[in-house]
């Protein structure tokens, strides 16, 4: 018998390299828990609780850097880190519930704390509270809540914009706050207006008309935020951070997020609003922006799901499509890069919303992106 005992590898900690005994949970000298997940770029078993490798400091991957949705009717998401953010804070759901097609976009406001946790507690609560059937004003005030509860403090408030839609009987009811939009995409001509005394084609020049085609030929950084204001007050992109807060706003002593009344705007999606959309004919597409952005004329914006803003109210707006096209909901990531952008007009809607996410990557990817596409009528059905 061989009583030579073979001599025992030395195991050393990843992150301080201190010798550690087999079976130790944490390193004696540097603390590190010693079984830890391994680093997707140095190998490292150094990952630490937050997601970070304590040696090479790489962020590790999570299921919500890229995540891809569809549902049987066609409808279609995608989510993506972006090229720029060490994390995606935009959120997304897609539900249906036989005739009802729900859809709700948020993106955390990146000035606030925990901002992908916001957004995650608007998306499943409103999602949740849609398919139950709740309206659409009620089940804001329920994410707007659930966003609020997560703060410690004012100063300690998570945050998110919200855009939802509910597609029902070929009715579309969308709700929002803050700069998250809706779109509505249609192949031939142009949507007119119901009523026969108003202009079917503003002129993309005429100041007092929000109906700006998208493909201006301007820099993306003197695109118009279509807010609702003065035409002498009209407010352009400064290149500040568009989710980022008026430092001076605070909750009110007593605020109940949520409960106030919504602004309702009922009317067929030919219909334009006096203000607030923006047209983009991009060759045989037409791109109709149904939702107006909440924000100042320095590019901040001005309403947020959040403890730290208190009464936020959501706008409402109800249409019914005149014929057949695709409802898209996207987060900023995307808008932002549509001045000159020639939309997709075959394939599936995921189809699209991919080649969606890959123009914004290639123009930049500085945000996170969200993208959901839902076709009604027979297009692309």
């Not at 590898?9 to 201190?18: L, N, S, T």
């Not at 916001?118 to 398919?131: D, Q």
């Not at 204001?229 to 989710?243: H, I, K, Q």
């Amino acid at each position: 018998m061989d009583d030579t005992a073979a001599p025992r590898a030395e195991v050393r900690c990843p992150v301080c390299e201190a010798p550690v005994l087999a079976g130790d949970s944490f390193c004696e000298a540097c603390g590190h828990p010693l079984g830890a997940p391994t680093c997707t770029s140095c190998g490292a078993p150094a990952v630490d609780a937050d997601g970070y490798c304590e040696r090479c400091g790489l962020r590790q991957p999570t299921s919500r850097d890229h995540a891809e949705l569809e549902l049987d009717g066609g409808t279609a998401g995608v989510t993506d880190r972006g090229l720029r953010r060490s994390r995606n804070e935009d959120a997304m759901a897609l539900l249906s519930t036989g005739t009802r097609t729900v859809v709700v976009v948020c993106d955390g406001v990146g000035s606030s704390p925990r901002a992908d946790e916001a957004s995650a507690a608007a998306v499943e609560t409103a999602s949740a509270a849609l398919a139950r059937g709740v309206s659409t004003e009620e089940a804001f005030g329920l994410a707007s809540r659930a966003v609020g509860k997560l703060a410690t403090s004012v100063d300690d408030a998570p945050a998110c914009t919200y855009v939802s839609a509910v597609v029902e009987g070929g009715r579309i009811t969308l709700a929002w706050a803050g700069d998250s939009r809706a779109y509505w995409l249609s192949t031939g001509t142009r949507p007119t207006r119901t009523n026969p005394s108003a202009d079917t084609q503003p002129v993309a020049t005429d100041p007092s008309t929000d109906t700006r085609p998208v493909d201006t030929g301007l820099p993306t950084d003197t695109r118009p935020v279509d807010t609702g204001l003065p035409r002498d007050a009209r407010p352009v992109d400064t290149g500040l951070p568009a989710d980022a807060r008026p430092g001076e706003a605070g909750l009110p002593a007593d605020a109940r997020p949520g409960e106030a009344e919504a602004r309702v705007d009922t009317r067929p999606v030919g219909v334009l609003p006096a203000a607030g959309l923006r047209l983009a004919v991009t060759g045989q597409v037409v791109g109709t922006q149904l939702t107006e952005d909440d924000a100042a004329p320095t590019g901040e914006i001005t309403a947020w799901l959040g403890a730290d803003y208190g009464d936020v109210r959501p706008h409402v707006r109800v249409l019914e499509p005149e014929t057949p096209g695709l409802l898209l909901v996207c987060s900023d990531g995307l808008w932002r890069y549509l001045d000159g952008y020639t939309f997709p007009s075959t394939g599936s809607p995921l189809d699209m919303a991919r080649a969606m996410l890959r123009h914004a990557l290639d123009s930049g990817g500085q945000d996170n992106v969200t993208i959901v596409l839902i076709p009604l009528g027979d297009a692309h059905g």
